[in-house]
């Protein structure tokens, strides 16, 4: 029979590792898994020559004048204006088609130059706000906005203008209505709307009398 009793507590078993430790051999393998991955990185070949197309000959009319670019064809009408020809009137904002910022006028129609291509613009009229104006004379749209303040910070200006002026030449006798509905598309962070309504209308009236560009 032996002589240790039922009540004595036994003997806790020796850990074999502290916490310590423990996060010492955590540390010690990330560490070595990193090694092991920037070796692997090393070690790969690394890609031979430019991956994707490279830069083509592009033709865009600009205001009735032609520029000869070489551009990517992945590169946007808004990126060939603002980066390639200096032509800084569009704004890139959302660069997404939506606030309207970079509007322009392609074969009389607006458009986001954020989401045309350059190469798909080649044949075809590209209007900017760099062209509207004959010699010191401003396009009516353009005094409009002067005459009514639709503008504050002024950075959607250019945009609203270029689609003010693509909507009335499809729509020269419009209402404040349609006005509305018709610049749906350009989005103003200073909410300067109704000066800009306002300064359709009148440049509705100037164009009526011969001013049109």
């Not at 309207?100 to 607006?110: E, N, R, S, W």
């Not at 458009?111 to 010191?136: F, R």
Request: proline fraction near 6%.
């Amino acid at each position: 029979m032996s002589s240790k009793k039922h009540s004595e507590i036994p003997d806790k078993p020796k850990r074999r590792f502290s916490r310590r430790g423990f996060i010492g051999v955590g540390i010690g393998s990330g560490t070595l898994g990193t090694g092991l991955l920037e070796k692997a990185a090393e070690a790969a070949p690394a890609p031979s020559g430019t991956v994707g197309p490279g830069a083509v000959p592009v033709t865009l009319t600009i205001n009735g004048k032609p520029a000869n670019l070489n551009l990517e064809p992945r590169v946007t009408l808004l990126d060939a204006l603002r980066n390639r020809l200096d032509l800084t009137g569009a704004k890139r904002v959302c660069d997404r088609g939506t606030c309207g910022a970079c509007t322009v006028i392609l074969d009389g129609k607006t458009v986001y130059s954020c989401s045309v291509l350059a190469i798909d613009a080649q044949g075809k009229n590209i209007e900017t706000i760099e062209g509207l104006a004959a010699g010191n004379n401003l396009h009516p749209v353009s005094a409009a906005f002067w005459n009514n303040d639709a503008q504050q910070c002024g950075y959607c200006t250019p945009g609203f203008v270029m689609a003010a002026k693509g909507f009335l030449d499809e729509h020269p006798n419009p209402t404040m209505e349609e006005v509305q509905h018709g610049l749906g598309g350009n989005l103003c962070r200073c909410g300067t709307y109704m000066g800009v309504r306002r300064a359709v209308l009148e440049a509705a009236q100037q164009m009526k009398g011969g001013q049109r560009g």
